[in-house]
Nanobody, 120 residues
Framework: QVQLVESGGGLVQPGGSLRLSCAAF????????MGWYRQAPGKERELVAT???????EYADHVKGRFTISRDNAKNTVYLQMNSLEPEDTAVYYC??????????????WGQGTQVTVSS
């Protein structure tokens, strides 16, 4: 069994910052790419940022220069530092991880989602 547990969401004013965390627990052999996605009301889920096991990062255009994705492989954890937040960043944020279990079965896993609300 593998589980992704997210934390760090909340309410913040425009221009503020938040840091999201997502830790993977369970029968894990290795983790390949990890990433963050978000879904705003009435919209489809979209990619925010990804990071490979080696640390290579990619960002959606609308968050470049404001968000930073990082990971701690020893803790099986991925982070998303969000600065200069805008009301348009309001969404439920989901983490995703490409995990190889100890049985060597490989599959994508999703966190439960954490709400980020940017409002004055």
């Amino acid at each position: 069994q593998v589980q992704l547990v997210e934390s760090g969401g909340g309410l913040v004013q425009p221009g503020g910052s938040l840091r999201l965390s997502c830790a993977a627990f369970g029968s894990i052999f290795s983790i390949n790419a990890m990433g963050w996605y978000r879904q705003a009301p009435g919209k489809e889920r979209e990619l925010v940022a990804t990071i490979s096991s080696g640390g290579t990062t990619e960002y959606a255009d609308h968050v470049k220069g404001r968000f930073t994705i990082s990971r701690d492989n020893a803790k099986n954890t991925v982070y998303l530092q969000m600065n200069s937040l805008e009301p348009e960043d309001t969404a439920v944020y989901y983490c995703n991880a490409d995990i190889v279990r100890r049985t060597l079965a490989r599959a994508p896993y999703w966190g439960q989602g954490t709400q980020v609300t940017v409002s004055s």
